[in-house]
């Protein structure tokens, strides 16, 4: 599974982003998937997570502000980023999980993209 995010930018405070991530083949349905971020200078972290289903999870810092969503039928993840704050400001980083079952853990996943810049401004 090969795995294009896209979709950053630079954006104002309290502005919104939508990222996205597609794979390749013909699997993309059988895979939960993940989204993680490292900002400058800060290790990798995880940011969500959807299931196989459509269920998502956040991490608190983005809860109630990213919406995460999946269309299976264009090999598609989705990261919606609403209210967007400085410390937002990241590599973005989707990944997908053969597992499905929920995880934080960045060893968890088997494939990864190459990540997409967001900045946002003060």
């Known amino acids: 599974v090969q795995l294009q995010a896209s979709g950053g930018g630079l954006v104002q405070a309290g502005g919104s982003l939508r990222l996205s991530c597609t794979a390749s083949g013909r699997t993309f349905s059988s895979y939960a998937m993940g989204w993680f971020r490292q900002a400058p200078g800060k290790e990798r972290e995880f940011v969500s997570y959807?299931?196989?289903?459509?269920?998502?999870s956040y991490t608190d810092a983005v809860r109630g502000r990213f919406t995460i969503s999946r269309d299976n039928t264009k090999n598609t993840v989705y990261l919606q980023m609403d209210s967007l704050k400085p410390e937002d400001t990241a590599v973005y980083y989707c990944a997908a999980d053969r597992s499905n079952t929920f995880t934080t853990r960045q060893r968890d996943y088997d494939y990864w993209g190459q990540g997409t810049l967001v900045t946002v401004s003060s």
């Open positions: 959807i299931s196989r289903d459509g269920t998502g």
